[in-house]
Nanobody, 122 residues
Framework: QVHVVESGGGSGQLGGSLRLSCAAS????????MGWYLHAPGKERELVAT???????NYSDSVNGRFTISRDNAKKTVYLQMNSLKPEDTAVYYC????????????????WGQGTQVTISS
């Protein structure tokens, strides 16, 4: 089982910055990809960014160039540095972690945090 806890959300202003953190803990064999999704009011949950265990990143078009995802494998933590924030970035941000629970697992499992609210005002 993997526990995922986000932190760092809050309020910000147009053009400002926020940094989200997400720590994974629990019992598992290996952490694989980690990522962030957002859920804005009245919309579907959507991808923000992902990062593999080797550091390969992927971003949605809406945040590419403004947000940076990174991870510290020793700390089992993934970060989302959010710059040039816009009111449309307002959403609940969820961290997701893909984990292999044991060396004999045939598939990985995805775990989600509870989410952290980000609110950007103009």
């Amino acid at each position: 089982q993997v526990h995922v806890v986000e932190s760092g959300g809050g309020s910000g202003q147009l053009g400002g910055s926020l940094r989200l953190s997400c720590a994974a803990s629990g019992s598992y064999f290996r952490l694989n990809a980690m990522g962030w999704y957002l859920h804005a009011p009245g919309k579907e949950r959507e991808l923000v960014a992902t990062i593999t265990s080797g550091g390969t990143t992927n971003y949605s078009d809406s945040v590419n160039g403004r947000f940076t995802i990174s991870r510290d494998n020793a700390k089992k933590t993934v970060y989302l540095q959010m710059n040039s924030l816009k009111p449309e970035d307002t959403a609940v941000y969820y961290c997701t972690v893909s984990a292999t629970l044991n060396p004999y697992s045939m598939s990985d499992l995805n775990y989600w945090g509870q989410g952290t609210q980000v609110t950007i005002s103009s």
